[in-house]
Every structure is written in C-alpha cells, then in structure tokens.
C-alpha cells in the first residue's frame, strides 16, 4: 500500500534518506560504495543495476578490426571474426565435417538423416532447405522475380541471372588449371575436365553405334 499512499517507511542510515520499500536499500548502497555489479554485454562498462543496461543501451559499437564492418552486438561481431580466423568449431558427428555457424551444421545433417522439412503444398515434393522450396514454387506460380536488366530476361532465382549476366559482360571465372581455358559456370568447366581426364559417361543410345560421348549431345 505504500505505492498507492506514497508512505516511505525504511530511512537509509548512510545518507538520512526515506525510502518505500527495504530492497532499495540494497541498491542505493551502491551508489556510496562505488560497487558496480551489472556488466553490459556489449562493452566491458559496468553498472549499478542491471535495468540501467538494458535503458541505456550502450553506446559502444562492436567493429571488426580487420575489415571495419560493424554490428549491432558483440556476439554478432565474434561469429564473424570466424570468417578472418577461419576458426570452425561446429562438428558434425558422422563425418567430422566442420563449419563456423551452429545452423550450418544443422542443415548438413540433414543430409545424414535425410530430414526434408520443407514440403510442396502444391505436390508431394520435399525439400532440406527453406529456400531449395521457395524457388520450386515459382514452378508452380510462374513467378520469376529476377530480371536482367540489359534483356529483360527473367529468372526463378538469382544464381540463374548473375550466371546470365557474365554473357553480357563476357567474365569466365571458372578457369581449366590444365589448359586455362575459362567458362562462365562451373557446370561447363565440370563438363570441360571429361575431355582432360578421359571421361566419357554417356552412351549413344542407337543399337548399332553405343559409341562413349563427354556430353549428352
């Protein structure tokens, strides 16, 4: 009741001061005794109480020393840093394969599991990663949000149109290391190394021929 009524009760005998309630006693006894208890998670400021953390919202901004890139929070800025250090400590349990982010691990095992999540309400067809889904369902929308700005050609997803547009500005960067020949996508360079290796998978489907080809045509 000493809220509604404005009744303070409990004298602070360090600084003669009437507080409402006995807990803030505690509290104001840091105040004369310096003692900061609350560290703010985002610098290594501390404070009297930890409510003044969350009121004041730091002032520090966590940036990255090496390329100046800034975050919002310290945490975000230490993941990162894995980028620099190439530190990678999330494991996988089945084939020691390593990654710098708990989610990346987390959709790799899928593969082990065969956990598909992310089903087709248009079909029967499921899918590992959330995005994988979303670009199958322009198949079933016709939608094709990415547009070519120079033709005007559209594509399902953006992978598709920065492979289009090295045909308008002629870049290759998939380079063979055995004859420096280059190719736009790294399909053409895959088909390309057949030739290098002596690998022709595919078989001419006629009776009398069944001669061995490095591509379907």
């Not at 560290?39 to 409510?51: F, G, M, P, W, Y």
């Not at 899928?110 to 309400?121: E, S």
Request: glycine residues 4%; charged residues 25%.
């Amino acid at each position: 009741m000493q809220i509604h009524t404005g009744e303070r009760a409990f004298v602070f005998d360090v600084c003669d001061n009437i507080l409402a309630r006995k807990s803030y006693m505690h509290r104001r006894m840091h105040i004369h005794t310096g003692e900061r208890l609350c560290a703010c998670k985002e610098c290594d400021n501390t404070l009297n109480r930890r409510s003044s953390s969350r009121r004041t919202q730091c002032a520090f901004i966590p940036a990255c020393d090496v390329c100046d890139k800034t975050f919002t929070r310290k945490s975000c800025l230490n993941v990162h840093m894995r980028i620099h250090t190439g530190e990678r400590p999330f494991v996988c349990y089945v084939c020691d394969k390593t990654f710098a982010h708990k989610l990346s691990l987390k959709i790799h095992i899928r593969i082990h599991t065969g956990d598909q999540p992310f089903a087709c309400v248009e079909g029967d067809k499921t899918f590992t990663l959330k995005s994988s889904l979303i670009k199958h369902m322009c198949i079933h929308t016709g939608e094709r949000p990415f547009l070519c700005d120079v033709c005007d050609k559209t594509f399902i997803c953006k992978s598709h149109l920065n492979e289009h547009m090295r045909i308008h500005t002629g870049k290759c960067p998939f380079m063979c290391d055995m004859c420096d020949k280059s190719f736009a996508c790294q399909s053409n360079l895959n088909r390309h190394m057949l030739i290098h290796h002596g690998v022709r998978p595919f078989i001419c489907d006629i009776h009398v021929c069944s001669k061995t080809l490095h591509t379907e045509r």
